[in-house]
């Protein structure tokens, strides 16, 4: 009784064969198909399940024009000569009016694309029907499954997304510029709660070490006020899991100039400090719960957009309630009631199906 | 059986009658609770309903730094000189890193904030409860039935925001400056389909011809292929009102210094010409019926989140499974199948009240 049509689950079964042996071809279409929604992508995920959990997952943030692209490039390097297989998802949520900058970051990107060890998926503005953020937990939970041991997702600073896609990641690395603003008090809240560390990139710049010294002013002082230092944008901790958080971590806050290859091991050290943190801490398995628990409540949601607007009777009939919403005898609100009043078995009838493996 | 706690019925009540009365406190007190959801906001904007559609509502959009707040400003004073009352909602879907320079451009607005017949409302990012574009559609619907002549809702252009808020809008000014970027090609198609008027601001600047002939060449080509011109994008039109598109409208490219005062009853005239294009094409019906059957289908949405996401019972269910969703014994969508399918009443139980007028 599911509405996917799955192409053929022959198609998708061969697809899954081939991303088990490691093609990389595979990983390519199967990243294609999640990230798209396409019919299957809901089998893929669900091949990737209990794989998932073995990447750890970086998060970087910052401004345009703060050198994550580079930065991303140098971590990447380092990673591939620890031997490493490194996955970069780059998050594009982009003004139409900017588009071009972006891309001329991607194409620097390139030659460390043509590592078979790496592989770069950009993912741009997503449709209605799911957000970027689910959209990135997912491509990398399938560049989890197919082995990937560190997965680098690079987000540009616009707008909430870059809070929403830093809660896909284990650690979140927030980039910032000497020129990124004439005072720290231009960060607002939300980039404290997410930075696990701090680098102010381009340092050889005026104002480096003025930035760096007001960053750590403002974490000195929240940490000194005795009160819980970060609290994770978002966490609706289940009570049964609050005794797993321990320890505080108070992020460092480090220089680079990622052009010149200066203080990048110094980051590779501080991302493996904090996530040893995670670790000792408990806070790993607590993110990592908090992320099925929102993936669960995402899929939900768009199970329900899918049946209920891909549903030709639905629409047929909200399309005949326009008349008396548009001449003010019904509201919407009232609509809204009766749709899901008539839509039981479309809310809740049975989508997913597993293949056969 | 509703969900929602409406404070009073009386309490509401009271303020949808002052409302009507015109008090500007109570205007602003419901843009307040109808902004963040709190309870009650159904109820005043059903009590809206009726009203909706008296007003025109102009979208401004552009790359930051374009000027958009001066020439919201300008189109603003403008209106008022012919004795119209106009609401402002500048949406800042902006990031956490440039926080600062927004703030500075409401400042300067708050001139024509002290003229008793405009009001402005700036709205940030939104929760995950309700989109930015709801919000900025709900908030107009508000001022629309408080009695604004004219709505104009200026948004920043960063990321699918801007797109999105220009679908609250009946037309949609595009405004750029001759810096925005070497050549036309940076806009990407969105912009292209959403404007109905362009505008080279600071247009003393170098490059402001060059850029408004790229823009007239750009639109020229597309109409010289003989295709419908441009669609409104996700106008999922239904069936038996496409009869009523009529005509097509080529969208003017102006010139523009605000900050001089000058070419400002230009774009006025060219607004006004759109907008009487909307009337006569019979597109003007057509857009607004589309915002309605949009409307229903967030609310939907909305009541299923608020129902689902805000019940002890489901998340207590939900946390209860995490352990197998952790161990890999159980996948996400089948947990998402499961809670779907046991909420069959949260699902589908009536959950608007209106409330006694």
Known sequence: MSMTTVPTDTAITRLLEQFRAGTPAALARAVSIVENHRPGFEQILAAQHALVGRARRIGLTGPPGAGKSTLTTRLARIYREQGLRVGIVAVDPTSPFTGGALLGDRIRM?????????????????????????????VCDVLDGFGMDVILIETVGVGQSELDVARAADSTLVVLVPESGDSIQTL????????????????????????RHDIELMLGLRAGSGKPLRRREGANVPADTSAETAGTWVPPVLQTVAAENQGITQIIEALDRHFRHLEQSGELRLRRRMRLREQVMEIVEQQIRQRLWRDGATLAWLDAQLDRLEDGSLVPFTVADMLRAQSGSLLTGAHYTPVTP
């Open 188 to 211: 607002k809240a939300g980039v404290m709660e997410i930075a696990d560390v701090f680098t102010v990139n381009k340092a050889d710049r005026p104002g480096a070490d003025r930035l």
């Open 110 to 138: 390139e030659d460390i694309a043509l590592d078979p060890g790496v592989f770069i998926r950009s993912m741009a503005t997503r449709g209605s029907l799911g957000g970027l953020a689910t959209a990135t937990r997912e």
